[in-house]
């Protein structure tokens, strides 16, 4: 869509960094899935959530499982995308009906009030709500099977309505039952909702139930993984194709008949930045850094997406597709909710670039993220302009 509203540049700049915000992506949700995981040992998960040796040995198994699965081939990793979405939910709703017993017995440790549950301005905070923006990020990937999709005008809405809805009261209730059990300064986020699965199975004596809960997360986790690689994978291997990338990049594995070099290179990439992140840096740190480079990298096809949306709104054709979703309101409806997007967008790009108050050294932080944010879009820059070097001589 980039690039046939805009230019042939913007779009692979579009491409490349959807492509390449997963190499900071997955070893931050991997440092949190491995970290969920080691509640799988009970109360003494706490400590392996916070051991260096374990975060990283558990997020490289997970890794390899989640590729090796959409190496394989889709008809394979669905099932691990599938189970993994199932999983997400039951976690969640066990912590929910945990926190209420608690709450009914023995009261919340956070004392709930309107004065401090209002948004309050605060720099060390606002890194946050960017996170938040990211929440609601993800149903776009659909795109890239949108050819396995039912009826997508009347499917695609409801799924947008649906999905927002359920994230904005999984993440509500999900909050309450937490800090009904831990007191806001002591949750990790990495794993807080383990924190609390823990401590809250253990006072209702059903240890087991915070055990299974981090298996079901493992799980989920994992197939979350799993569901972002098989989408976004597609993504390089196009631009390979079109040889502004290498051309490794559009080979066809010949058994399973996915792009398994555009897979394995997110794989490799994302070790190496894994392991990168940890040098003189806490896990809670290293946490940070990687989440919010992923947000500034992913946050920028998401501005070319919504300027090309306006400019595609005057085309006389704008209906003619009957596959295509379109935006209520016409031209003014486009207007309105890409030019709304567009700012919220801009402005978690913004805030992602802001230390968090527990920053331990802010300076290095901003440094961090800055210049790993420029330096990943300039590597795909340096591959556009060699490939669009390399078709103007073969056209001349």
Not at 183 to 201: I, M, R
Request: glycine share 10%; charged share 10%.
């Amino acid at each position: 869509m980039v690039q046939r509203s805009l230019r042939r540049f913007h779009g692979c700049v579009a491409g490349w960094s959807y492509w390449v915000y997963t190499v900071f992506y997955f070893p931050g949700l991997l440092l949190a899935s491995a970290a969920m995981s080691g509640y799988v040992t009970g109360p003494g998960g706490a400590a392996l959530a916070q051991n260096r040796t374990f975060l990283i040995i558990g997020s490289m198994i997970l890794l390899v499982v989640a590729v090796g699965f959409n190496i394989i081939g889709l008809n394979i990793g669905k099932w691990l995308q599938n189970a993994g979405g199932v999983s997400t939910y039951l976690p969640l709703l066990m912590l929910t009906v945990i926190a209420f017993v608690l709450w009914r017995h023995n009261g919340s440790v956070t004392h709930f009030t309107w004065a401090n549950m209002k948004p309050s301005w605060s720099w060390d905070t606002v890194n946050f709500w960017s996170q938040i923006a990211f929440a609601f990020t993800g149903l776009e990937l659909v795109s890239a099977m949108s050819q396995e999709i039912r009826d997508p005008r009347k499917t695609l809405p409801r799924a947008v309505m649906a999905s927002g809805a359920m994230i904005a009261v999984i993440y509500i209730l999900g909050t309450f039952a937490v800090l009904s059990m831990i007191p806001s300064t002591e949750v990790d986020p990495k794993s807080g909702v383990f924190q609390a699965l823990t401590q809250g199975t253990t006072l209702l004596k059903i240890g087991f139930v915070g055990v299974l809960a981090a298996l079901l997360v493992s799980v989920g986790n994992a197939g979350g993984v799993g569901s972002t690689v098989a989408g976004i994978s597609r993504v390089p291997f196009v631009v390979g194709i079109d040889r502004y990338l290498p051309a490794a990049f559009g080979k066809i594995h010949p058994k399973w008949k996915t792009p398994y070099i555009s897979i394995l290179v997110q794989a490799i990439l994302s070790a190496a930045v894994l392991l990168l992140s940890q040098i003189n840096e806490t896990t809670r740190g290293a946490y940070q850094s990687l989440i919010d480079i992923t947000v500034i990298i992913y946050f920028i096809p998401f501005l070319y997406m919504f300027a090309a949306a306006m400019k595609l709104a005057t085309r006389p054709d704008r209906g003619a597709n009957k596959q295509a979703v379109l935006i209520p309101g016409g031209r003014i409806g486009v207007y309105l909710t890409s030019g709304l997007a567009a700012a919220v967008t801009f402005a978690s790009i913004v805030f992602s670039i802001i230390p968090p108050g527990d920053s331990s050294n802010k300076v290095l932080f901003e440094i961090k993220v800055i210049g790993s944010s420029i330096a990943a879009i300039a590597v795909g820059l340096v591959l556009y302009y060699r490939g669009a070097r390399a078709k103007a001589r073969d056209a001349a």
